[in-house]
Structure formats: structure tokens, C-alpha cells
T-cell receptor, first 112, second 113 residues
């Protein structure tokens, strides 16, 4: 049973438009969420995080939104750039770091 | 520059052989982790270590072993008992609490031939 789901295996977006990547979770005890970006043949790199006491966190072109009642978080990239093309993983954890679970990832392609 | 080094990048193993994947970090992180990635799945935790000379099993520890004799090093041995070892292996480290997530290595792709 997947506790963290990313239902879109892939997403294509035109350069300059908004990319929205979604992540759903089932465990209401999760209280800290992170997004990672992964290029081929490299390890994931940390992108942005949000704790359950917030519903939005912004860092430059990247914004993460958390809807606790729906157990849903999303990553918005505005404007999308070709260099954003990568696989994006969401991670959820309890107690700010314990019981961490990754989603399967969404491959984003930003088309020039 | 600080970071995590995994070696080798590609590794081929014959069935029935043990193989050890290296992971070294110079970030002064206390915690280190090994993950496995298979197509269509999220990263799955194999083993983790919060401190030197101590480690715990993750979700899929069977067929794997680790050691943590030094803070900087967390090698993973894939034993012949691992039934499906072909995968991409990622090592990571973090500060306590992982407020900024993990720092990952670039991974090792293991193929059993």
C-alpha cells in the first residue's frame, strides 16, 4: 500500500508556463514534506520543504502548497525552464524526519 | 566542496557473489542512509545509521549488510542472499532533523549478470 502517491508518471509543459506537480498521502501523521529534483545518473537534490504548520512555502520560482485536509501537496514552478526537466520526488515524514516515505516520482519535460 | 561520493558508478556482479558499494561524505553529517530505486517506485530505505557504530534496518534490509566504523563512511554490502539485487542504489546523509532533507550521492547502478 503506497503511503505517498504521485499519480502522474510524466508531465510536459511549454517553457514559460506553469508546471504543477502533485503528491497525495494517506498517513495523517505525516507532518513534514519535501520535494527533490533528480537528473539522470545523478542523486536527487533537495528543492523545497514545508511543515504541516504552514500551507505554503515559496523559494524563487518554486512554491509548495499543502492541503492537510485533502492530504495533498503540490509543487508549482513558475515560469518553467528547460533546465527544470527532471524527475521530481515528494517525500513525507512523521516527527520531522522519522518514518519517511518517498513517492514514485513524476518526470517533468519542459519544452522550448 | 563538501559532498557525498559513491563508487563505483556502475557495477556488474555475477550471481552468488557479494559486492560492496562505497559511500563517503565530508559534510560532517551524523546520519547516513542507503536507498534503493527501482523503476516506477519511490526510493526505499535499506539501512540507516544515526551515529557511528550504530545502524538500523530499513524497509528492505534483507540480503544487505552495512557497517559504520567511521562518521564519514557507510559501505553497503549486497550479499548473495539478495534475490533481486539489480537496481540503482543511492547513499544519502543528513543533519539531525533533516530540515533541509538529504544530501544524496550520485548513485551506483548494480547489474547482476
Amino acid at each position: 500500500d503506497q503511503q505517498v502517491k504521485q499519480n502522474s508518471p510524466s508531465l510536459s509543459v511549454q517553457e514559460g508556463r506553469i508546471s504543477i506537480l502533485n503528491c497525495d498521502y494517506t498517513n495523517s501523521m505525516f507532518d513534514y514534506f519535501l520535494w527533490y529534483k533528480k537528473y539522470p545518473a545523478e542523486g536527487p537534490t533537495f528543492l523545497i520543504s514545508i511543515s504541516s504548520i504552514k500551507d505554503k512555502n515559496e523559494d524563487g520560482r518554486f512554491t509548495v502548497f499543502l492541503n492537510k485536509s485533502a492530504k495533498h501537496l503540490s509543487l508549482h514552478i513558475v515560469p518553467s525552464q528547460p533546465g527544470d526537466s527532471a524527475v521530481y520526488f515528494c517525500e513525507a515524514s512523521e516527527d520531522y524526519g522519522q518514518n519517511f516515505v518517498f513517492g514514485p516520482g513524476t518526470r517533468l519535460s519542459v519544452l522550448p | 566542496d563538501g559532498g557525498i561520493t559513491q563508487s563505483p558508478k556502475y557495477l556488474f556482479r555475477k550471481e552468488g557473489q557479494n559486492v560492496t558499494l562505497s559511500c563517503e561524505q565530508n559534510l560532517n553529517h551524523d546520519a547516513m542512509y542507503w536507498y534503493r530505486q527501482d523503476p516506477g517506485q519511490g526510493l526505499r530505505l535499506i539501512y540507516y545509521s544515526q551515529i557511528v557504530n550504530d545502524f538500523q534496518k530499513g524497509d528492505i534490509a534483507e540480503g544487505y549488510s552495512v557497517s559504520r566504523e567511521k562518521k564519514e563512511s557507510f559501505p553497503l554490502t549486497v550479499t548473495s542472499a539478495q534475490k533481486n539485487p539489480t537496481a540503482f542504489y543511492l547513499c544519502a546523509s543528513s543533519t539531525p532533523g533533516r530540515v533541509e532533507g538529504y544530501t544524496f550521492g550520485s548513485g551506483t547502478r548494480l547489474t547482476v549478470v
